[in-house]
């Protein structure tokens, strides 16, 4: 398996081509019996579990990831064409971790990567989603297949940032083209 590409040294060109060229399992398509729980555990902070014990190989999470698939019950399972197998994940399966920006206003594009060595652009099919719960908002993107990642904080900062310095009316940022929001529903109802 190839190293995940660094975000940092990537121009947004490089990016899409990089997005664009990567084939992942086609999972939705396959349907085999269901044989089990795998003894996998993605804990909140995105660590992965197996047995109880963490999975220090980098490479095996990433590799994984490519056959995780979230079922319409909401449970996520890993699937290859022989077998499906239950998945335990406390928030979400993933965690972007970095963030790279270009331009600014209604012209800015942003991509982050994640915990597994994706990247993905915050774009109309890939959405910024942002929740409350008992610690205050949550960001999380929109992955694939009804699964999402959890932005790190340092991340939302960033994004927290540049929302600030561009001092729209709604707390938000644009990214190919489009409005994201950094508030919650429930605190965009609250000040209406």
């Known amino acids: 398996m190839d190293p995940p590409p660094d975000l940092a040294t990537l121009s947004l060109d ?5 997005i664009s060229a990567r084939r992942l399992p086609p999972v939705e398509t396959w349907n085999p019996p269901h044989r089990g729980h795998s003894g996998i555990r993605i804990a909140r902070d995105g660590t992965w579990f197996h047995d109880g014990g963490p999975i220090a190989r980098k490479d095996m999470v990433r590799l994984f990831s490519t056959v995780l ?16 197998l239950d998945i335990d994940v406390e928030d979400a399966p993933f965690q972007a971790v970095e963030m790279r920006s270009e331009g600014e206003g209604e012209g800015r594009e942003i991509a982050f990567a994640l ?7 915050l774009d109309a099919g890939h959405r910024l989603i942002m929740r409350d719960d008992d610690k205050g908002p949550r960001p999380y993107l929109q992955v694939r297949g009804g699964m999402e990642a959890r932005i790190a904080r340092a991340v939302y900062y960033e994004l927290a940032a540049i929302a600030i310095a561009e001092d729209s ?7 190919h083209g489009h409005f994201f929001s950094l508030e919650t529903d429930d605190s965009a109802h609250a000040a209406a």
């Not at 915990?115 to 652009?121: E, W």
């Not at 009316?169 to 990214?175: C, E, H, Y």
């Open 14 to 18: 490089a990016i899409v081509q990089h």
């Open 115 to 121: 915990d597994t060595g994706d990247i993905v652009l």
């Open 69 to 84: 698939r979230r079922e319409p019950d909401g449970r996520h399972v890993l699937v290859t064409p022989a077998e499906k």
């Open 169 to 175: 009316d709604r707390p938000g940022i644009w990214s």
